[in-house]
């Protein structure tokens, strides 16, 4: 509560500089949670979840160019659509029995297939992309000052944690949570696994796609190269295994510290350009996915865990 | 009295392995029947194909009337059919409760009631005081017992127990035996695969022995431990002509 008061009182003495920062971490949390809901509660560890962050973010753009559809209600389409996606190619793979690091290289393939295509798809502009106006059109999802991108990107990320609250107490949470931990014994409990991976997925798919919305409508510029690659992916992922994969609050804290530690090394001193940041980052981010990875397999949530 | 569960002429091959040949027998309500045999004589894949493990290459299945063969596992124990595992497999890193919990929700759709539920069977199990141990920390007994509760919680009619009394001391097996007493008699039949042959000769009511995946004899325990096919079987040809 105090943390959310605090979160909501920032913009007050924060700069525009340090609010940038705060919406970039707080969308790379909401990212994170939301490829937790597949990875780390269902065990269901997708390298592709880029194409689902793509989808949300073209469909958007696309509805609210061509159709005019405010991004208010395109960022739900654009969770249908990948929600169905979702299920498809869940429905495909687990027909049959793709699983494990088998499973991880055929959802990487499916964002590649993706990325693929809409760099050959006039429609949506193939690999120039797509630039939005900026403007103000708050009833479009469009303001000129960092505020209210930060307070919407900061209601995203509530309302994701309480998503991921609920699953933990609801029926549906038990029954990923039993497919993560064995299948065999899963189903000799009742639990139909096809069904509750193939939900899994479509679930973490439709909350994914609501990041891809929202960093369109942030960036106002959107192309295969910047998601439908591994990037949105990568920050998932570094997020969610460095702070505590299978809990509501540790892809947060994972996702917040790196999103911190990109923003730092990059006013450090002894980098000379972008490209050796970009690279000199990963080469932390490496480093401290290992050492946490080796040390705290549970991810950081657990020292909170242990001192208790 | 019905039959909960029939098996008629199941055949099960692996490769150039003959698992099990007409396979057939039936377990009728309220009883304790136990399958014995030596080792790889097919008494796990048995309960491999009536739990929907994996599908007979030809036989029937019928379990409470219904045509069960080849019916996918949560199926089956939606129908009312629970087993535990030989090498339990408890869900590691979630606790004991939170596991229970995931069977009883096989009828029950709420988690309070659920929780309630699992709470109960915990209970039965010895293992209330262990609700917030993770799996992964039980000791063999503990996961034995684990993997009772959970497929208890799931309310099944017919409880296939695989190998439970295996690698307990003595003591030990004394209590699973009146542990599965006590759950036959609150009327769940009771399938039972066991190695330990004292806990099999004192528990079931009736017994079928498979040797090289065929039903060698069946009968009552006290029938059992004379026939010499069954010695044969457990002890070899030299001993019976001795």
């Known amino acids: 509560m105090a943390v959310l008061v605090a979160a909501a009182a920032l913009p007050l003495v924060a700069g525009q500089h340090l609010l940038t920062a705060m919406i970039v971490a707080l969308h790379a949390a909401f990212m994170a949670l939301a490829w937790n809901v597949a990875a780390g509660y269902a065990g269901q560890f997708s390298l592709g979840h880029s194409l689902f962050y793509g989808i949300g973010a073209y469909a958007s753009t696309v509805l609210y160019l061509r159709l005019g559809l405010t991004p208010w209600a395109g960022m739900f389409a654009g969770a249908a659509l990948a929600g169905v996606v979702g299920v498809l190619l869940a429905l495909g793979v687990y027909r049959y029995n793709v699983y494990g690091i088998f499973f991880a290289l055929v959802t990487l393939g499916a964002a590649e297939v993706a990325k693929g295509l809409a760099d050959n798809w006039d429609f949506i502009k193939g690999p120039v992309g797509i630039l939005l106006t900026m403007q103000y059109a708050p009833g479009d999802f469009f303001f000129l000052r960092r505020e209210p991108y930060y307070f919407v990107a900061l209601a995203m990320l509530v309302a994701m944690i309480l998503i991921s609250l609920a699953l933990e107490r609801s029926p549906l949470g038990q029954y990923f949570l039993a497919v993560r931990e064995d299948e065999q014994a899963a189903e000799a409990s009742g639990v139909n696994t096809y069904r509750y991976k193939t939900i899994a997925i479509g679930l973490s798919a439709a909350l994914t796609a609501f990041a891809g919305s929202f960093y369109a409508q942030f960036y106002l510029y959107i192309s295969p190269e910047t998601v439908f690659v591994f990037e949105p992916q990568l920050t998932m992922m570094l997020g969610t295994m460095v702070g505590g994969a299978g809990t509501a609050f540790g892809p947060v804290i994972g996702a917040m510290l790196f999103s911190g530690l990109g923003e730092a090394l990059r006013n450090l001193p002894f980098f000379e350009n972008t490209r050796q940041v970009v690279i000199g980052s990963k080469m932390v981010y490496a480093v401290l996915l290992i050492v946490v990875l080796i040390y705290l397999p549970g991810g950081l949530i657990t020292l909170g865990r242990r001192r208790a | ?242």
């Open chain 2, 1 to 242: 009295m019905a039959a909960l569960l029939e098996a008629q002429s199941v055949s099960k091959r692996f490769g150039g392995l003959q698992a099990l040949s007409n396979v057939g027998f039936t377990v009728a309500e309220g009883e304790i029947v136990g399958i014995i045999g030596p080792n790889g004589a097919g008494k796990t894949t048995l309960f491999n194909v009536v739990t929907g493990v994996y599908p007979p290459d030809s036989g029937r299945v019928v379990f409470r009337g219904a045509d069960v063969t080849g019916a996918a596992p949560h199926r089956i124990c939606k129908l009312g059919a629970a087993r535990t595992f030989q090498i339990s497999k408890p869900f590691a890193d979630l606790t004991v409760l939170q596991t229970v919990r995931i069977g009883a929700l096989n009828r029950i759709r709420d988690m309070a009631g659920a929780t309630v539920k699992a709470l109960e069977m915990l209970e039965l199990m010895g293992l209330a005081g262990k609700r917030d141990e993770l799996g992964r920390t039980l000791t063999v007994i503990e996961r034995k017992r684990l993997e009772m509760a959970r497929a208890l919680a799931t309310q099944p009619s017919l409880l296939l127990l695989d190998e439970v009394a295996a690698g307990l001391r003595p003591n030990e097996i004394q209590e699973m035996i009146a542990l599965v007493r006590s759950i036959a008699a609150g009327g769940v039949s009771v399938l039972i695969i066991e190695h330990v042959l004292e806990a099999v000769m004192r528990l079931s009511g009736r017994i079928v022995v498979l040797n090289y995946g065929e039903v060698i004899a069946e009968g009552r325990p006290e029938e059992l431990v004379d026939d010499p096919r069954v010695i044969e079987a457990y002890l070899g040809e030299a001993y019976s002509l001795a």
